[in-house]
Nanobody
């Protein structure tokens, strides 16, 4: 079973930056879309950003202008550049890859912790 492997999380001060990466553990067919979600303690998981295979992006309103999602279609890898981080960005960040036409799939990573604190 293919899994997505995230990296790049950690502890950063407010105003700092982090870059998350996510790659599949094995070979997968090109996803229709890849994205990042996050879940803070006591809250529901929310969509942070998505990017289609054609490059169209979508962002959570609170991260617009601060976060940037990108992908490498050759490697089926997705990145999330996070700038001007705020304490409210603290959460476990999860990577997702989905294919909405056959053969369909919906893969998730195990999550990487991002903590923004002074």
């Amino acid at each position: 079973q293919v899994q997505l492997v995230e990296s790049g999380g950690g502890l950063v001060q407010p105003g700092g930056s982090l870059r998350l990466s996510c790659a599949p553990s094995g070979i997968i067919l090109r996803p229709s879309a890849m994205g990042w979600y996050r879940q803070a303690p006591g809250k529901q998981r929310e969509l942070v950003a998505t990017i289609t295979s054609g490059g169209s992006t979508n962002y959570l309103d609170s991260v617009k202008g601060r976060f940037a999602i990108s992908r490498d279609n050759a490697k089926n890898t997705v990145y999330l550049q996070m700038n001007s981080l705020k304490p409210e960005d603290t959460a476990v960040y999860y990577c997702n890859a989905e294919r909405n036409y056959p053969p369909r799939y919906d893969y998730w990573g195990q999550g990487t912790q991002v903590t923004v604190s002074s």
